[in-house]
Nanobody, 123 residues
Framework: QVQLIESGGGLVQAGASLRLSCAAS????????MGWFRQAPGEEREFIAA????????NYADSAKGRFTISRDNAKNTVYLQMNSLKPEDTAVYYC????????????????WGQGTQVIVSS
């Protein structure tokens, strides 16, 4: 059974940092594009960052550029999202996903999803 399990969310103050992890199991994802998305209450799911299988190609949403960094450790079948200088508008449930192909900004391209981890940034 394929599973993606996110962790690392929490309640932090504006300006703080968090590191989200997404541990995959059930098969290796080393060739899959992996992405991070987020969804705030009443909002649509929003692309944050994506990374190619080998990790050489990375894409970021404008809201994430300069503050967030996506990375992966294929030996651990894990993807990370380092989030710095957090803002209250970053508050959302963060999801990781696997695409089975190149990294994409389109959530419809992703086949597997985690259950999400909550991030709350207070002002």
């Amino acid at each position: 059974q394929v599973q993606l399990i996110e962790s690392g969310g929490g309640l932090v103050q504006a300006g703080a940092s968090l590191r989200l992890s997404c541990a995959a199991s059930g098969r290796t994802f080393s060739r899959d594009g992996m992405g991070w998305f987020r969804q705030a209450p009443g909002e649509e799911r929003e692309f944050i960052a994506a990374i190619s299988g080998p990790g050489f190609i990375k894409n970021y949403a404008d809201s994430a550029k300069g503050r967030f960094t996506i990375s992966r450790d294929n030996a651990k079948n894990t993807v990370y999202l380092q989030m710095n200088s957090l803002k209250p508008e970053d508050t959302a449930v963060y999801y990781c996903a696997a695409s089975g192909a190149e990294p994409s900004r389109d959530y419809n391209k992703y086949n597997y999803w985690g259950q999400g981890t909550q991030v709350i940034v207070s002002s």
